[in-house]
């Protein structure tokens, strides 16, 4: 009865529906059980309608809200969606856990008494059971107004005036950029076309130095060729910079925690004869990777590149002038 459960969901969830072969899929079943399924759930739900579409093939689709059936939420998923919250409140993303805050009394709202009460206890239970580590350092601390006026410029592709203080020298300057999409890491930063700027290229700007931001009322059109995920990708965190090969050694005592952290989608990881760890990327960052080796203490050997270990040793002095 689960499997109908959830394949009722994703009927539901799925704007035009799933094809048999989606069913399978999903389910990860052979053809004749997605056939078996889909008539169960036919039949256990008469309002599930059936289609076809361009590509001549038949889809299934469940229009009526899953709500108004049976409640679908269990405490596990509830208490999961209160951690959340919880994490994005811990990092600054005031906005966001805002959000996903009002989604969850949504779904409270459309639970029956009974249930509600048997649930609630569940999830005061798991909460007690699952804490959440505080994070030591500091936090950005972002506009919620900003960041609303950013977010809804990303999704209308409208230029954006904004008013950004630079991090060193605290001087304030106008702009109107293309904003594209945001990175979220140790610090926030909002990813943007800088028409003016030198090389026409794409700029990143610290949210939390962000104190104005103002819609303007054109519109710009996307660079198609622009990925945001590649664009991250480039970088150790978030910096962008000319790319180096980088390679950490981690002794011996350190190789087993190491080798449970993804430190870049591209990282090569060999386990050396006297157990120490090497890993090897090629990267911008410098400066994030200098903070983050140090949280792991001064065991670890940067052997390149050597502007990296330089960088290091003189991070302390260098911390104010962060970008």
């Known amino acids: 009865m689960d499997r109908v459960f959830d394949l009722m969901v994703e009927l539901r969830a799925r704007r035009y529906g799933m094809t048999l072969e989606e069913i399978e899929a999903h389910c990860d079943v052979g053809h004749r059980t997605a056939q078996r399924l ?74 029956p008494d009974v249930a509600h009460h048997r649930i609630e206890t569940d999830i005061e239970a798991l909460m ?90 054109t519109s710009f059109v996307r660079d198609p060729e622009f990925d945001i995920r590649a664009f991250a990708r480039a970088s150790f965190g978030v910096f962008q910079e000319e790319a180096y090969d980088v390679v950490w050694r981690f002794p011996r005592d350190l190789a087993d925690a190491a080798s449970e952290f993804v430190f870049h989608p591209d990282e090569v990881k060999e386990l050396e004869a006297d157990g120490s760890l090497r890993v090897s990327f090629r990267s911008g960052g410098l400066l994030e990777m200098a903070w983050h080796l140090n949280t792991w203490g001064s065991a670890v050997d940067v052997l390149s590149p050597p502007e990296l270990a330089a960088l290091r040793t003189g991070l302390p002095e260098r911390w104010a002038a962060t970008p």
Request: glycine share 4%.
């Open 38 to 111: 889909r008539d169960l759930v036919q039949r256990t739900f008469p309002e599930v309608q059936e289609t076809v579409g361009d590509d001549r093939k038949k889809r299934w689709h469940l229009p009526v809200a899953v709500a108004t059936i049976f409640p679908t939420y269990t405490a596990d998923e509830l208490a999961d969606m209160e951690a959340a919250i919880k994490l994005l409140d811990r990092e600054n993303m005031r906005s966001h856990a805002k959000n996903l805050r009002s989604v969850l009394a949504k779904v409270r709202a459309t639970l």
């Open 128 to 217: 007690e059971a699952e804490g959440l580590a505080a994070r030591p350092g500091p936090k950005p601390v972002i506009s919620a107004d900003v960041l609303g006026t950013l977010r809804m410029a990303v999704k209308a592709c409208c230029p954006v005036h904004i008013v950004h203080r630079n991090r060193q020298t605290k001087r304030r300057k106008g702009r109107t950029i293309h904003p594209y999409g945001f990175l979220f890491g140790m610090r926030h930063y909002l990813v943007a076309h800088d028409p003016r700027a030198e090389g026409n290229r794409f700029r990143l700007f610290s949210m939390a130095n962000i104190e104005q931001a103002r819609l303007e009322e």
